[in-house]
């Protein structure tokens, strides 16, 4: 498919928008993540490396970014068979920028609870007063 118009990830009808969706998804984010880390790995391996996902899931999300030219599915001719995932230059790139906010997510839960923590108690301090 050729987009004819341009790209605004704000409009509704926006490819662009459905590639973000798969990308920061929970478990995009994380499968993109772990193939950066890594040259290749076989599905169980991330199975095993990513903690909570389904079987089922990470089928869907790997068929995805395969689609959306993130991922490269590679099956072995070997019995039993083998199949390798790796990220393609697109994917690399997506990988490195999901990755880094990764990490800033990571280093600023502290801040993000403390911040939540005093939103809820300004909410219970408001609605106490409120039904006074």
């Known amino acids: ?11 509704a009808n926006c490819p662009s928008r459905v590639v973000l969706d798969h990308v920061t998804s929970r478990w995009g984010v994380l499968v993109l993540a772990l193939l950066l880390d890594t040259e290749r790995q076989r599905f169980s391996q991330l199975r095993r490396a990513i903690g909570g ?3 089922k899931m990470l089928a869907q999300t790997l ?5 959306d030219g993130m991922v490269l599915r590679e099956a072995r001719p070997v019995i039993p068979p083998h199949v ?4 393609t230059p697109l994917g690399r790139e997506f990988a490195e920028r999901v ?6 997510v990571e280093q600023r839960v502290p801040e993000v ?7 809820d108690r300004t ?3 408001r609605e106490r ?3 006074g």
């Open 1 to 11: 498919m050729t987009v004819s118009f341009p790209l605004d990830v704000n409009a």
């Open 53 to 55: 996902i389904s079987e």
């Open 63 to 67: 068929q995805t970014l395969e689609r």
């Open 84 to 87: 390798d995932y790796s990220l």
């Open 99 to 104: 990755w880094a906010l990764t990490r800033l």
């Open 113 to 119: 609870t403390e911040a939540q923590e005093a939103y």
């Open 123 to 125: 909410r219970r301090e």
């Open 129 to 131: 007063a409120a039904a």
